[in-house]
């Protein structure tokens, strides 16, 4: 069965930094492109960043480019998050997902069930 | 950049009526279309790619149509367990992945 479980999300004061994991079962990340995707509190869901299948690759919104990273580890069968220089406007539910393809369709198949990160001073 | 817009943004409807959510694009996209089903608490879930693929395991009461920059996700029978945020997306131009701005459809 794919299982997908996001944990690390905090309250966290603006400017600060928080690590988001995403631990996968059922399947092998190093076999398809990985991602994060948010939704802010009353908003929609906004991509956030691309992970190619083979981890070459890396590929961010314009909202978080420059602050966020995103990195994979295939032998803990892991994606993660590095979040820097917090803003109250990254406040929303993070969830890692899984892309159908190995050519970075972005269309995702498999979703985890999120985990909560608010900026707040 | 290709936006994505959904109408309406809510709607309510009764047990077993046929509901249809629209999805427009600014340019067009061909097929590559999805929908997804967002129900608080619970794990998103890819309904239809492709514009009109059924994802395995999704009621056949679910369809999507539609090609180039006008898309349609219907619900033939509605149910409760339905009540649900609907988001469309487009998708395979990396990384420009854009979603609508979701549709609320709630129980009359």
């Known amino acids: 069965e794919v299982q997908l479980v996001e944990s690390g999300g905090v309250v966290v004061q603006p400017g600060g930094s928080l690590r988001l994991s995403c631990a996968v079962a059922?399947?092998?990340?190093?076999?398809?492109?990985m991602h994060w995707v948010r939704q802010a509190p009353g908003k929609g869901l906004e991509w956030v960043s691309l992970?190619?299948?083979?981890?070459?690759?890396?590929y961010y919104a314009d909202s978080v480019k420059g602050r966020f990273t995103i990195s994979r580890d295939n032998r803990k069968n892991s994606l993660y998050l590095q979040m820097n220089s917090l803003r109250t406007e990254d406040t929303a539910l993070y969830y890692c997902?899984?892309?159908?393809?190995?050519?970075?369709?972005?269309?995702?198949?498999?979703w985890g069930q999120g985990t909560l990160v608010t900026v707040s001073s | 950049d290709i936006q994505m817009t959904q109408s309406p943004s809510s709607l309510s409807a009764s047990v077993g009526d046929r509901v249809t959510i629209t999805c427009r694009a600014s340019q067009g996209i061909s097929n590559y279309l999805a929908w997804y089903q967002l129900k608080p608490g619970k794990v998103p879930k890819l309904l239809i790619y492709a514009a009109s693929t059924l994802q395995s395991g999704v009621p056949s009461r679910f369809s999507g149509s539609g090609s180039g920059t006008d898309f349609t996700l219907t619900i033939s029978s509605l149910q409760p367990e339905d009540v649900a945020t609907y988001y469309c997306q487009k998708y395979n131009n990396a990384p420009l992945y854009t979603f609508g701005q979701g549709t609320k459809l709630e129980i009359k």
């Open positions: 059922g399947f092998s990340i190093d076999d398809y492109p």
């Open positions: 992970i190619s299948w083979g981890g070459d690759s890396t």
């Open positions: 997902a899984k892309d159908y393809g190995s050519g970075n369709l972005g269309l995702f198949d498999y």
